[in-house]
Protein backbone atom coordinates (compact mmCIF):
# COMPACT_ATOMS: atom_id res chain seq x y z
CA UNK A 1 0.00 0.00 0.00
CA UNK A 2 2.93 1.85 1.06
CA UNK A 3 6.31 1.92 -0.51
CA UNK A 4 8.94 4.21 0.47
CA UNK A 5 12.18 4.04 -1.56
CA UNK A 6 15.95 5.42 -0.70
CA UNK A 7 14.61 8.69 1.19
CA UNK A 8 16.85 11.24 1.78
CA UNK A 9 15.52 14.37 4.40
CA UNK A 10 17.55 17.16 4.81
CA UNK A 11 17.27 20.12 7.44
CA UNK A 12 19.76 22.45 6.06
CA UNK A 13 22.91 21.12 6.77
CA UNK A 14 21.13 18.30 9.44
CA UNK A 15 20.88 14.47 6.72
CA UNK A 16 18.13 13.67 9.07
CA UNK A 17 16.77 10.70 6.69
CA UNK A 18 19.82 8.68 4.83
CA UNK A 19 18.22 6.63 2.42
CA UNK A 20 15.61 4.27 3.89
CA UNK A 21 13.80 1.50 2.46
CA UNK A 22 10.51 0.25 3.47
CA UNK A 23 7.06 -1.24 2.69
CA UNK A 24 3.56 -1.08 4.07
CA UNK A 25 1.33 -3.93 2.84
CA UNK A 26 -2.50 -3.43 2.87
CA UNK A 27 -4.73 -4.78 5.92
CA UNK A 28 -1.35 -3.98 8.35
CA UNK A 29 0.19 -2.92 10.79
CA UNK A 30 3.92 -1.69 10.37
CA UNK A 31 5.71 -0.06 13.11
CA UNK A 32 8.79 2.23 12.84
CA UNK A 33 10.70 2.03 16.60
CA UNK A 34 13.43 3.98 17.40
CA UNK A 35 14.96 5.92 19.81
CA UNK A 36 14.72 10.14 20.19
CA UNK A 37 16.30 12.03 17.08
CA UNK A 38 16.08 9.00 14.59
CA UNK A 39 13.95 10.46 12.28
CA UNK A 40 10.58 8.99 12.70
CA UNK A 41 8.61 12.22 12.86
CA UNK A 42 10.77 13.06 9.86
CA UNK A 43 9.64 9.69 7.87
CA UNK A 44 5.97 10.56 8.76
CA UNK A 45 5.26 14.06 7.95
CA UNK A 46 7.54 13.42 4.93
CA UNK A 47 5.15 10.68 3.39
CA UNK A 48 1.96 13.29 4.10
CA UNK A 49 3.54 16.25 2.50
CA UNK A 50 4.54 18.57 5.51
CA UNK A 51 8.46 18.03 4.75
CA UNK A 52 10.37 17.73 1.72
CA UNK A 53 12.35 15.19 0.29
CA UNK A 54 15.75 15.79 -1.32
CA UNK A 55 15.98 12.06 -2.74
CA UNK A 56 14.07 8.99 -2.98
CA UNK A 57 10.01 8.39 -3.96
CA UNK A 58 7.35 7.46 -1.76
CA UNK A 59 4.32 5.18 -3.88
CA UNK A 60 0.64 5.25 -2.24
CA UNK A 61 -1.10 2.37 -3.85
CA UNK A 62 1.03 1.98 -6.57
CA UNK A 63 0.98 6.17 -7.20
CA UNK A 64 4.07 7.92 -7.24
CA UNK A 65 2.96 10.97 -4.92
CA UNK A 66 5.52 13.20 -5.29
CA UNK A 67 3.22 15.88 -6.71
CA UNK A 68 0.53 16.35 -4.76
CA UNK A 69 0.07 17.99 -1.60
CA UNK A 70 -0.99 17.60 2.04
CA UNK A 71 -4.39 18.01 1.57
CA UNK A 72 -4.65 15.74 -1.63
CA UNK A 73 -2.77 13.20 0.25
CA UNK A 74 -5.28 13.32 3.28
CA UNK A 75 -8.08 13.39 0.47
CA UNK A 76 -6.56 10.09 -0.54
CA UNK A 77 -6.90 8.65 2.53
CA UNK A 78 -3.12 8.74 3.87
CA UNK A 79 -3.75 10.28 7.01
CA UNK A 80 -1.87 11.16 9.88
CA UNK A 81 -2.59 11.73 14.14
CA UNK A 82 0.47 14.05 13.93
CA UNK A 83 3.18 13.85 17.17
CA UNK A 84 1.87 15.86 20.06
CA UNK A 85 -1.78 15.50 19.33
CA UNK A 86 -2.35 19.14 17.59
CA UNK A 87 -5.73 19.16 18.22
CA UNK A 88 -7.38 22.34 18.11
CA UNK A 89 -7.55 23.77 21.84
CA UNK A 90 -9.66 26.79 20.92
CA UNK A 91 -12.50 25.07 19.01
CA UNK A 92 -14.76 22.34 20.66
CA UNK A 93 -14.61 18.79 20.17
CA UNK A 94 -17.00 18.28 17.85
CA UNK A 95 -15.78 21.44 15.78
CA UNK A 96 -12.38 19.41 15.80
CA UNK A 97 -14.28 16.27 14.63
CA UNK A 98 -15.79 17.71 11.40
CA UNK A 99 -12.46 18.94 10.85
CA UNK A 100 -11.68 15.66 10.29
CA UNK A 101 -14.56 15.23 7.87
CA UNK A 102 -13.45 18.68 6.34
CA UNK A 103 -13.26 17.05 2.99
CA UNK A 104 -15.85 15.26 2.57
CA UNK A 105 -19.60 15.67 1.56
CA UNK A 106 -20.91 12.11 2.40
CA UNK A 107 -23.53 13.27 5.09
CA UNK A 108 -24.69 9.75 6.01
CA UNK A 109 -21.14 8.76 6.06
CA UNK A 110 -19.88 10.86 7.77
CA UNK A 111 -22.89 10.66 10.87
CA UNK A 112 -21.76 6.55 10.84
CA UNK A 113 -18.02 7.39 11.65
CA UNK A 114 -19.16 9.65 14.39
CA UNK A 115 -20.79 6.70 16.02
CA UNK A 116 -18.33 5.09 15.16
CA UNK A 117 -15.73 6.96 17.06
CA UNK A 118 -18.33 7.78 19.85
CA UNK A 119 -18.54 4.11 20.17
CA UNK A 120 -14.96 3.51 20.17
CA UNK A 121 -14.32 6.71 22.57
CA UNK A 122 -17.33 7.28 24.43
CA UNK A 123 -15.71 10.01 26.49
CA UNK A 124 -15.71 12.12 23.83
CA UNK A 125 -19.32 11.77 23.20
CA UNK A 126 -20.11 13.44 26.31
CA UNK A 127 -17.71 16.42 26.05
CA UNK A 128 -18.72 17.15 22.25
CA UNK A 129 -19.09 21.25 23.19
CA UNK A 130 -16.35 20.96 25.27
CA UNK A 131 -13.30 22.95 23.82
CA UNK A 132 -10.45 20.62 22.56
CA UNK A 133 -7.91 22.70 25.02
CA UNK A 134 -10.12 21.66 28.35
CA UNK A 135 -9.45 18.25 27.84
CA UNK A 136 -7.27 16.01 29.65
CA UNK A 137 -3.88 14.68 27.74
CA UNK A 138 -5.66 11.68 27.31
CA UNK A 139 -8.66 12.43 26.08
CA UNK A 140 -7.01 14.63 23.45
CA UNK A 141 -4.99 11.93 22.41
CA UNK A 142 -8.42 9.98 21.79
CA UNK A 143 -9.49 13.34 20.07
CA UNK A 144 -6.58 13.14 17.53
CA UNK A 145 -7.13 9.49 16.63
CA UNK A 146 -10.98 10.22 16.48
CA UNK A 147 -10.21 13.53 13.97
CA UNK A 148 -7.91 10.98 12.07
CA UNK A 149 -10.97 8.34 11.85
CA UNK A 150 -13.49 10.84 10.55
CA UNK A 151 -11.50 11.73 7.57
CA UNK A 152 -11.65 7.98 6.52
CA UNK A 153 -8.30 6.88 6.31
CA UNK A 154 -6.96 3.88 4.04
CA UNK A 155 -3.44 4.40 5.78
CA UNK A 156 -3.36 6.05 9.00
CA UNK A 157 0.20 7.11 10.02
CA UNK A 158 0.40 7.74 14.03
CA UNK A 159 3.06 9.64 15.56
CA UNK A 160 3.62 8.14 19.10
CA UNK A 161 0.06 7.88 20.42
CA UNK A 162 0.70 6.88 23.56
CA UNK A 163 3.49 9.30 24.56
CA UNK A 164 2.70 10.89 28.12
CA UNK A 165 -0.29 8.56 28.87
CA UNK A 166 -0.83 6.27 31.99
CA UNK A 167 0.17 2.97 31.55
CA UNK A 168 -4.01 1.76 31.20
CA UNK A 169 -4.60 4.38 28.84
CA UNK A 170 -1.80 2.66 26.76
CA UNK A 171 -3.05 -0.45 26.48
CA UNK A 172 -6.52 1.40 25.46
CA UNK A 173 -5.35 2.99 22.77
CA UNK A 174 -3.04 0.18 21.55
CA UNK A 175 -6.46 -2.11 21.89
CA UNK A 176 -8.46 0.83 19.27
CA UNK A 177 -5.36 0.79 17.37
CA UNK A 178 -6.08 -2.98 16.70
CA UNK A 179 -9.38 -2.45 16.49
CA UNK A 180 -9.08 0.24 13.79
CA UNK A 181 -6.77 -2.28 11.83
CA UNK A 182 -9.05 -5.09 12.07
CA UNK A 183 -12.24 -2.82 10.40
CA UNK A 184 -9.64 -2.32 7.27
CA UNK A 185 -7.53 0.28 8.03
CA UNK A 186 -3.60 -0.20 7.06
CA UNK A 187 -1.80 1.42 10.38
CA UNK A 188 1.60 2.52 9.80
CA UNK A 189 2.66 3.54 13.85
CA UNK A 190 5.84 4.92 15.49
CA UNK A 191 6.68 4.61 19.00
CA UNK A 192 8.90 4.30 21.74
CA UNK A 193 6.75 2.02 24.01
CA UNK A 194 8.54 -0.05 21.14
CA UNK A 195 7.25 -3.37 23.41
CA UNK A 196 3.74 -2.57 23.05
CA UNK A 197 4.53 -1.35 19.43
CA UNK A 198 5.95 -4.87 18.63
CA UNK A 199 3.39 -6.86 20.05
CA UNK A 200 0.91 -5.13 17.69
CA UNK A 201 2.87 -5.18 14.72
CA UNK A 202 2.61 -7.50 12.11
CA UNK A 203 6.05 -6.41 10.61
CA UNK A 204 8.51 -4.10 12.25
CA UNK A 205 11.21 -1.90 11.31
CA UNK A 206 14.22 -0.08 13.68
CA UNK A 207 15.26 3.54 12.65
CA UNK A 208 18.49 4.50 14.20
CA UNK A 209 20.00 8.02 12.84
CA UNK A 210 18.16 8.04 9.55
CA UNK A 211 18.76 4.52 8.82
CA UNK A 212 17.13 1.32 8.91
CA UNK A 213 19.49 -1.18 11.30
CA UNK A 214 17.03 -4.24 11.76
CA UNK A 215 13.72 -5.25 9.91
CA UNK A 216 11.33 -8.02 10.62
CA UNK A 217 7.94 -9.40 11.87
CA UNK A 218 7.13 -7.80 15.30
CA UNK A 219 7.50 -10.88 17.32
CA UNK A 220 10.70 -12.06 15.62
CA UNK A 221 11.98 -8.29 16.94
CA UNK A 222 10.69 -8.91 20.70
CA UNK A 223 12.88 -12.01 20.98
CA UNK A 224 15.91 -10.21 19.05
CA UNK A 225 18.81 -9.73 20.98
CA UNK A 226 19.85 -6.10 19.91
CA UNK A 227 16.36 -4.81 19.69
CA UNK A 228 15.90 -5.71 23.81
CA UNK A 229 19.27 -4.54 24.69
CA UNK A 230 18.32 -1.25 23.22
CA UNK A 231 14.63 -0.72 23.26
CA UNK A 232 13.20 -3.03 25.90
CA UNK A 233 15.19 -2.38 28.43
CA UNK A 234 17.73 -5.46 28.45
CA UNK B 1 -24.37 68.22 29.14
CA UNK B 2 -28.13 67.96 28.44
CA UNK B 3 -29.59 64.53 28.02
CA UNK B 4 -30.43 65.49 24.82
CA UNK B 5 -26.76 65.92 23.60
CA UNK B 6 -25.71 63.08 25.66
CA UNK B 7 -28.24 60.44 23.69
CA UNK B 8 -27.18 62.27 20.32
CA UNK B 9 -23.30 61.35 21.22
CA UNK B 10 -24.02 58.56 21.97
CA UNK B 11 -25.53 57.90 18.51
CA UNK B 12 -22.45 59.61 17.20
CA UNK B 13 -20.50 57.29 18.72
CA UNK B 14 -22.28 54.07 18.09
CA UNK B 15 -22.00 55.06 14.14
CA UNK B 16 -18.18 56.05 14.63
CA UNK B 17 -17.74 52.98 16.81
CA UNK B 18 -19.31 50.53 14.27
CA UNK B 19 -17.08 52.09 11.32
CA UNK B 20 -14.13 51.37 13.52
CA UNK B 21 -15.54 47.45 14.34
CA UNK B 22 -15.66 47.31 10.25
CA UNK B 23 -12.62 48.07 9.36
CA UNK B 24 -10.70 46.25 12.67
CA UNK B 25 -12.18 43.44 11.60
CA UNK B 26 -9.92 43.56 8.29
CA UNK B 27 -6.46 43.89 10.43
CA UNK B 28 -7.74 41.18 13.30
CA UNK B 29 -8.76 38.51 11.07
CA UNK B 30 -5.52 38.79 8.50
CA UNK B 31 -3.72 38.87 11.87
CA UNK B 32 -5.21 36.19 13.27
CA UNK B 33 -4.73 33.94 10.10
CA UNK B 34 -1.10 35.30 8.76
CA UNK B 35 0.20 37.16 12.00
CA UNK B 36 0.29 40.02 9.60
CA UNK B 37 0.02 43.54 10.39
CA UNK B 38 -1.69 44.72 7.43
CA UNK B 39 -0.89 47.86 6.49
CA UNK B 40 -2.22 48.36 3.62
CA UNK B 41 -5.49 47.88 4.89
CA UNK B 42 -6.35 51.62 4.88
CA UNK B 43 -6.00 52.13 1.64
CA UNK B 44 -8.17 48.85 0.33
CA UNK B 45 -11.17 51.01 2.34
CA UNK B 46 -10.19 54.21 0.43
CA UNK B 47 -10.10 52.45 -2.72
CA UNK B 48 -13.55 51.19 -1.79
CA UNK B 49 -15.29 54.91 -1.79
CA UNK B 50 -13.40 55.72 -5.15
CA UNK B 51 -14.74 52.49 -6.77
CA UNK B 52 -18.62 53.91 -5.57
CA UNK B 53 -17.70 57.14 -6.79
CA UNK B 54 -16.47 56.47 -10.42
CA UNK B 55 -19.41 53.66 -10.68
CA UNK B 56 -21.46 56.41 -9.97
CA UNK B 57 -19.89 58.84 -11.95
CA UNK B 58 -18.72 57.51 -14.71
CA UNK B 59 -21.43 54.58 -15.40
CA UNK B 60 -24.06 56.12 -14.08
CA UNK B 61 -24.73 52.97 -12.13
CA UNK B 62 -27.54 53.38 -9.25
CA UNK B 63 -26.26 54.36 -5.86
CA UNK B 64 -26.84 50.92 -4.56
CA UNK B 65 -25.41 48.89 -7.74
CA UNK B 66 -22.73 51.25 -7.30
CA UNK B 67 -22.21 50.22 -3.34
CA UNK B 68 -22.48 46.37 -4.20
CA UNK B 69 -19.92 46.57 -7.14
CA UNK B 70 -17.94 48.59 -4.78
CA UNK B 71 -17.62 46.11 -1.98
CA UNK B 72 -17.14 43.39 -4.62
CA UNK B 73 -13.92 45.30 -6.53
CA UNK B 74 -12.67 45.77 -3.15
CA UNK B 75 -13.06 42.43 -1.97
CA UNK B 76 -10.88 41.25 -5.30
CA UNK B 77 -8.29 44.19 -4.84
CA UNK B 78 -7.72 42.73 -1.54
CA UNK B 79 -7.23 39.07 -2.71
CA UNK B 80 -5.03 40.63 -5.44
CA UNK B 81 -2.93 41.77 -2.88
CA UNK B 82 -2.46 38.86 -0.70
CA UNK B 83 -1.69 37.18 -3.79
CA UNK B 84 0.55 39.15 -5.36
CA UNK B 85 2.44 40.58 -1.91
CA UNK B 86 2.12 38.58 0.63
CA UNK B 87 1.62 35.15 -0.90
CA UNK B 88 4.86 34.49 -2.40
CA UNK B 89 6.35 35.40 0.86
CA UNK B 90 4.60 33.38 3.10
CA UNK B 91 7.27 30.83 4.05
CA UNK B 92 9.85 34.05 4.55
CA UNK B 93 11.10 35.23 7.48
CA UNK B 94 7.79 37.65 9.63
CA UNK B 95 9.55 41.00 8.87
CA UNK B 96 9.84 40.74 4.90
CA UNK B 97 5.98 40.40 4.67
CA UNK B 98 5.43 43.48 7.07
CA UNK B 99 7.59 45.03 4.75
CA UNK B 100 5.89 44.07 1.74
CA UNK B 101 2.66 45.08 3.32
CA UNK B 102 3.99 48.81 4.05
CA UNK B 103 5.11 48.98 0.59
CA UNK B 104 2.19 47.72 -0.68
CA UNK B 105 0.31 50.86 1.48
CA UNK B 106 2.22 53.56 0.02
CA UNK B 107 1.97 52.28 -3.51
CA UNK B 108 -1.63 52.31 -3.46
CA UNK B 109 -2.01 55.71 -2.12
CA UNK B 110 0.48 56.79 -4.78
CA UNK B 111 -1.37 55.06 -7.16
CA UNK B 112 -4.39 56.73 -5.94
CA UNK B 113 -2.88 60.22 -5.98
CA UNK B 114 -1.55 59.72 -9.67
CA UNK B 115 -4.85 58.32 -11.08
CA UNK B 116 -7.59 59.54 -8.45
CA UNK B 117 -5.56 63.12 -8.60
CA UNK B 118 -4.57 63.80 -4.86
CA UNK B 119 -7.56 66.68 -4.81
CA UNK B 120 -10.21 65.77 -2.43
CA UNK B 121 -13.31 64.54 -4.25
CA UNK B 122 -17.05 65.43 -2.96
CA UNK B 123 -19.15 62.16 -2.56
CA UNK B 124 -22.30 62.80 -3.35
CA UNK B 125 -24.71 61.66 -0.96
CA UNK B 126 -28.42 60.28 -1.54
CA UNK B 127 -30.72 62.32 0.04
CA UNK B 128 -32.01 59.78 1.99
CA UNK B 129 -28.77 60.28 4.39
CA UNK B 130 -29.35 64.33 5.05
CA UNK B 131 -32.77 63.45 7.22
CA UNK B 132 -32.48 64.13 10.35
CA UNK B 133 -35.08 62.71 13.00
CA UNK B 134 -35.77 64.92 15.52
CA UNK B 135 -36.70 63.41 19.24
CA UNK B 136 -38.05 66.29 21.45
CA UNK B 137 -34.41 68.58 21.07
CA UNK B 138 -32.52 65.41 20.11
CA UNK B 139 -31.51 65.82 16.64
CA UNK B 140 -30.18 62.16 14.68
CA UNK B 141 -28.62 62.47 11.56
CA UNK B 142 -30.19 59.61 9.35
CA UNK B 143 -26.51 58.66 8.37
CA UNK B 144 -25.57 57.80 12.36
CA UNK B 145 -28.48 55.51 12.32
CA UNK B 146 -27.99 54.17 8.62
CA UNK B 147 -24.10 53.58 9.52
CA UNK B 148 -25.00 52.14 12.40
CA UNK B 149 -27.45 49.77 11.49
CA UNK B 150 -25.62 48.52 8.31
CA UNK B 151 -22.37 48.20 10.17
CA UNK B 152 -24.89 45.60 12.63
CA UNK B 153 -25.84 43.41 9.77
CA UNK B 154 -22.73 43.15 8.55
CA UNK B 155 -21.16 42.25 11.37
CA UNK B 156 -23.78 39.78 11.76
CA UNK B 157 -23.61 38.43 8.80
CA UNK B 158 -19.49 37.81 9.53
CA UNK B 159 -19.99 36.19 12.78
CA UNK B 160 -22.38 33.69 11.29
CA UNK B 161 -19.91 32.96 8.72
CA UNK B 162 -16.78 33.01 11.08
CA UNK B 163 -18.75 30.87 13.54
CA UNK B 164 -21.43 28.47 11.71
CA UNK B 165 -20.12 27.63 8.16
CA UNK B 166 -17.50 25.62 6.87
CA UNK B 167 -15.54 28.06 5.57
CA UNK B 168 -15.70 29.71 9.16
CA UNK B 169 -14.44 26.69 10.77
CA UNK B 170 -11.71 26.09 8.15
CA UNK B 171 -10.33 30.12 8.87
CA UNK B 172 -10.85 29.11 12.92
CA UNK B 173 -8.43 26.36 12.14
CA UNK B 174 -5.67 27.51 10.17
CA UNK B 175 -5.70 30.94 12.68
CA UNK B 176 -4.84 28.07 15.22
CA UNK B 177 -2.50 26.06 13.72
CA UNK B 178 -1.93 26.05 9.77
CA UNK B 179 0.15 22.72 9.59
CA UNK B 180 -2.54 20.79 11.04
CA UNK B 181 -5.22 22.39 8.93
CA UNK B 182 -3.31 21.33 6.09
CA UNK B 183 -3.41 17.88 7.39
CA UNK B 184 -7.58 17.90 7.92
CA UNK B 185 -7.56 18.67 4.00
CA UNK B 186 -8.07 22.25 4.71
CA UNK B 187 -7.44 24.48 1.43
CA UNK B 188 -5.37 26.83 3.07
CA UNK B 189 -4.73 29.23 -0.12
CA UNK B 190 -8.41 29.40 -0.73
CA UNK B 191 -9.14 29.88 2.87
CA UNK B 192 -6.78 33.21 3.36
CA UNK B 193 -8.06 34.30 -0.38
CA UNK B 194 -11.35 34.29 1.46
CA UNK B 195 -10.54 35.82 4.37
CA UNK B 196 -8.68 39.04 2.41
CA UNK B 197 -12.17 38.80 0.29
CA UNK B 198 -14.55 39.25 3.52
CA UNK B 199 -11.85 41.73 5.23
CA UNK B 200 -11.59 43.80 2.18
CA UNK B 201 -15.33 44.25 1.62
CA UNK B 202 -15.85 45.14 5.02
CA UNK B 203 -13.19 47.95 4.73
CA UNK B 204 -15.47 49.09 1.73
CA UNK B 205 -18.94 49.08 4.05
CA UNK B 206 -16.82 51.35 6.30
CA UNK B 207 -15.26 53.27 3.66
CA UNK B 208 -18.39 54.25 2.17
CA UNK B 209 -20.32 54.85 5.08
CA UNK B 210 -17.62 56.88 6.48
CA UNK B 211 -17.76 58.94 3.24
CA UNK B 212 -21.29 59.41 3.51
CA UNK B 213 -20.42 61.14 6.78
CA UNK B 214 -17.49 62.80 5.92
CA UNK B 215 -18.22 63.71 2.23
CA UNK B 216 -14.87 63.78 1.14
CA UNK B 217 -12.52 61.67 -0.06
CA UNK B 218 -8.68 62.06 -0.87
CA UNK B 219 -5.79 59.34 -1.64
CA UNK B 220 -4.24 59.43 1.86
CA UNK B 221 -8.11 59.02 3.76
CA UNK B 222 -7.09 55.62 4.77
CA UNK B 223 -4.70 56.43 7.22
CA UNK B 224 -6.34 57.96 9.99
CA UNK B 225 -9.39 55.12 10.68
CA UNK B 226 -6.67 52.56 9.33
CA UNK B 227 -4.91 53.37 12.30
CA UNK B 228 -7.77 53.78 14.63
CA UNK B 229 -8.92 50.59 13.54
CA UNK B 230 -5.75 48.96 14.09
CA UNK B 231 -6.08 50.26 17.68
CA UNK B 232 -9.43 48.93 17.91
CA UNK B 233 -8.25 45.84 16.78
CA UNK B 234 -5.41 45.32 19.52
CA UNK B 235 -7.91 47.35 22.07
CA UNK B 236 -9.94 44.20 21.54
CA UNK B 237 -7.77 41.35 21.71
CA UNK B 238 -5.59 41.30 17.98
CA UNK B 239 -6.97 38.19 16.27
CA UNK B 240 -10.14 37.94 17.66
CA UNK B 241 -12.84 38.92 15.83
CA UNK B 242 -15.49 40.14 18.83
CA UNK B 243 -12.69 41.74 19.95
CA UNK B 244 -11.79 43.78 16.67
CA UNK B 245 -16.65 44.67 17.50
CA UNK B 246 -16.05 45.48 20.76
CA UNK B 247 -12.66 47.69 20.40
CA UNK B 248 -13.97 49.25 17.48
CA UNK B 249 -17.35 50.21 19.59
CA UNK B 250 -15.49 51.30 22.38
CA UNK B 251 -12.92 53.36 20.59
CA UNK B 252 -15.38 55.20 18.73
CA UNK B 253 -17.64 55.82 21.96
CA UNK B 254 -14.50 57.18 23.60
CA UNK B 255 -13.37 59.56 20.92
CA UNK B 256 -16.94 61.07 20.77
CA UNK B 257 -17.84 61.50 24.21
CA UNK B 258 -14.42 63.16 24.82
CA UNK B 259 -15.32 65.43 22.38
CA UNK B 260 -18.54 65.32 23.67
CA UNK B 261 -17.15 66.21 27.60
CA UNK B 262 -14.26 67.81 26.90
CA UNK B 263 -14.90 69.93 23.87
CA UNK B 264 -11.56 71.88 24.66
CA UNK B 265 -9.82 68.72 24.10
CA UNK B 266 -11.01 68.17 20.61
CA UNK B 267 -8.04 68.98 19.31
CA UNK B 268 -6.57 65.72 20.90
CA UNK B 269 -8.99 63.33 19.19
CA UNK B 270 -6.54 61.55 16.96
CA UNK B 271 -4.18 61.47 19.78
CA UNK B 272 -6.20 60.11 22.55
CA UNK B 273 -6.81 56.65 20.07
CA UNK B 274 -2.68 56.64 20.11
CA UNK B 275 -2.63 56.94 24.35
CA UNK B 276 -5.25 54.46 24.55
CA UNK B 277 -2.98 52.50 22.34
CA UNK B 278 0.09 53.03 24.73
CA UNK B 279 -2.09 52.34 27.92
CA UNK B 280 -3.20 48.58 26.11
CA UNK B 281 0.56 47.82 25.19
CA UNK B 282 1.58 48.76 28.41
CA UNK B 283 -1.25 46.94 30.59
CA UNK B 284 -2.95 44.21 29.12
CA UNK B 285 -0.81 43.61 25.63
CA UNK B 286 -3.40 40.91 24.84
CA UNK B 287 -6.42 43.24 24.65
CA UNK B 288 -9.69 42.62 26.41
CA UNK B 289 -10.48 39.67 24.66
CA UNK B 290 -7.25 38.31 25.05
CA UNK B 291 -5.94 34.68 24.30
CA UNK B 292 -7.94 33.12 27.30
CA UNK B 293 -8.10 29.09 26.39
CA UNK B 294 -4.58 27.42 27.45
CA UNK B 295 -2.70 24.88 25.54
CA UNK B 296 -1.92 21.80 27.03
CA UNK B 297 0.82 20.20 25.81
N1 LIG C 1 12.35 21.36 11.50
C1 LIG C 1 13.59 20.87 11.75
N2 LIG C 1 14.68 21.62 11.54
C2 LIG C 1 15.92 21.13 11.77
N3 LIG C 1 16.17 19.91 12.25
C3 LIG C 1 15.12 19.11 12.48
C4 LIG C 1 13.77 19.55 12.26
N4 LIG C 1 12.93 18.55 12.58
C5 LIG C 1 13.71 17.54 13.00
N5 LIG C 1 15.01 17.86 12.93
C6 LIG C 1 16.16 17.00 13.27
O1 LIG C 1 16.04 15.79 12.55
C7 LIG C 1 16.36 14.69 13.36
C8 LIG C 1 15.20 13.70 13.39
O2 LIG C 1 14.10 14.32 14.03
P1 LIG C 1 12.69 13.61 14.20
O3 LIG C 1 11.75 14.59 14.77
O4 LIG C 1 12.33 12.95 12.95
O5 LIG C 1 13.04 12.50 15.31
P2 LIG C 1 12.10 11.45 16.00
O6 LIG C 1 12.65 10.12 15.69
O7 LIG C 1 10.69 11.69 15.69
O8 LIG C 1 12.37 11.76 17.54
P3 LIG C 1 11.36 11.75 18.79
O9 LIG C 1 11.22 10.35 19.21
O10 LIG C 1 12.08 12.56 19.80
O11 LIG C 1 10.08 12.38 18.34
C9 LIG C 1 16.71 15.24 14.73
O12 LIG C 1 18.12 15.31 14.82
C10 LIG C 1 16.11 16.60 14.73
O13 LIG C 1 16.87 17.50 15.51
MG1 LIG D 1 9.08 12.34 16.74
Redesign the pocket.
Known sequence: MLRVEDLHVH??G?H?LKGINFEVPAQKIVTLI??????????LRTICGLVDKSQGSIYYEDKDINDFDTRQRTIGGLVMVP?GRRIFPNLTVYENLKLGAFKRNDTDGIKKDLKWVYELFPRLEERLQQKGGTLSGGEQQMLAVARALMSKPRLLLMD?PSLGLAPLLVQEIFEIIEEINSQGTTILL?E?NAYAALKVADYAYV?ETGQIIIEGPGDELLQNDEVKKAYLGG | MSLDIFLQNIVNGLSLGSLYALIAIGYTMVYGILRLINFAHGEIFMLGTYFLYYGVLIFHLPWWLSFIVAIVLTAITGMLTERIAYRPLRKAPKISILISAIGVSFFLQNAGIVIFSGVPKSFARPEIFDKMFILGNTRISSINLASTFISVIFLMALLYVVYETKTGLAMRSISTDMETARLMAVNVDRTISITFAIGSALAAVGGILWALKYPQIFPLMGMIPGLKAFIAAVLGGIGNIVGAMIGGFILGMAEILLVGFMPQLSGYRDAFAFIILILILLFKPDGLMGKNVQEKV
Open positions: YGIAGANGAGKSTTEEIQL
